[in-house]
């Protein structure tokens, strides 16, 4: 019998026999492996009980606890730290495009940040105003004895400044949650993708992720961050991976659009929400299993199929999941673990950590807060949300939803912020109803005031155009899926 570490072939019409090398795996990198495989997957990973049977990973316990210390009495610092970095993003766009100083020039991480286009340096200005408008209580316009507005200017003031139905929402709820998630972040995705984990799991299941999404073995570590951390973790890791040369733009694009769940604790907050928490358990293995069926479903359409399936420009393939024949899998799995590993350094993770703090809060933040706010108050100020979703009114009564045309906007309501359709289901309507569309509004997946602005933001190949296209197709393949298993669970007498 051949050894399955040689090779035979014919030089000169003779047969010769070349064994192939074998996979030496370094003691050091193996060791740092371990380590730092252990510590990332405990933090990212590991679901530990925080409670009334809910189940949280150690980051999320890490940034629940530091939201309530950045409580001072009735002082909010997140806010407060959110805006410093909004008002040093407005400033050194002005500074960079007006005075052009060498601290800025000479620096290309600073450069980059402060040189934007012209789109960005408007966004920074309106999340400046906004930011200000909010935290200060200021407004403008005319309003009535009551409070309410009274002409244009007014109405358009109370929208910047609401705190459900506008601006409030974006500076009160959701920048301050991501500020933390974003202080804790940047320094911990190093130990999922510095230390070789996601080699070692990439090759161990390569050939079952590969056939089912299409994508590389290492995607499941995302849709694991994502699962029990939060969808901007899931997206913050593959953006990273992707710039690295890890992950194709269509891989990039397909892990994000598609497995960037709203986290298992943030789910059960949308069920208290709408009032369906006493059957929480089957309503989120409804939601497990429609975002299963659709992550092997829309690989294979248009638009996700047809993106560019090439690496970042200038970036060399990093990625090696492939396993000779003869070779041992998990030996393949610990040597790329502990190459990965062995050329790590303490100096790679801090500046890797700083370069995302900048990014997010300098970046990203001013992004959120400005888009979050225009598109609210293009709901509130204009039927454009009404008329755009009346073809989905028109589904949700041919798929027999109670008050179908009468909730059809929630259905496209969450493309702008993943709470949205919560607030606007409440819980006093139809149970049936609340049970679907808040299901639905998980499944989305595509959230633009979080997931969606990180994709923008990144190097994949998703335009805004494409982003709503694979939210509505999203929406479409998943209504009729989530009210068949509603009708079967009703049916079998579970709801």
Known sequence: MENPMERSQTVAGQTTTTKKPDLVISQKG???FIIGAIVGAFLFLMPIPVGDGVFNIPLGVAISWLNGVMHVGDTDIRVWLAYSFII?????????????????MNNEALKEVSLTSPLYAVTRLIAFVVM???LFSLSFGSFDAEGNPANFLGRLSYFITHPWDGGGLMVFELITGLTTIFLLLAFCIPLLTEFGLMEFIGVLIKKFVNKLFTLPGRASVDLAASWFGSSAVSVMLTRTQHEKGYYTGREAATISANFAFVSLPFSLVIAQTVGVESHFALWYLMVSVVCIIL????????PLR????????????AIDEEVEEGQSRFKKALFLASERAAITKPSHIIKGGLS??????FDLFPVIVAWGTVALILHGMTPFIDLLSRPMGMFLELLQVPGGAEYAPITVIGFIDMFLPAIFLGSETYFNTRF????LSIVQIIYMAETGVLILKSKMPLGLGKLFIVFIMRTILALPLIVLLTHIFTMIGLL
Do not use: C, H, Q
């Open 30 to 32: 193996k060791t740092k």
């Open 88 to 104: 040093i993003s407005f400033l050194l766009t002005i500074v960079g495009y007006i005075f052009k100083p060498k601290f800025i």
């Open 132 to 134: 200000t408008m909010n």
């Open 295 to 302: 992550g092997i479903i829309t690989p294979r359409i248009w």
């Open 306 to 317: 047809n993106l560019p399936d090439n690496y970042v420009l200038g970036v060399e393939k």
């Open 356 to 361: 995302g703090w900048m990014g997010a809060f």
């Open 436 to 439: 679907i569309l808040s299901a």
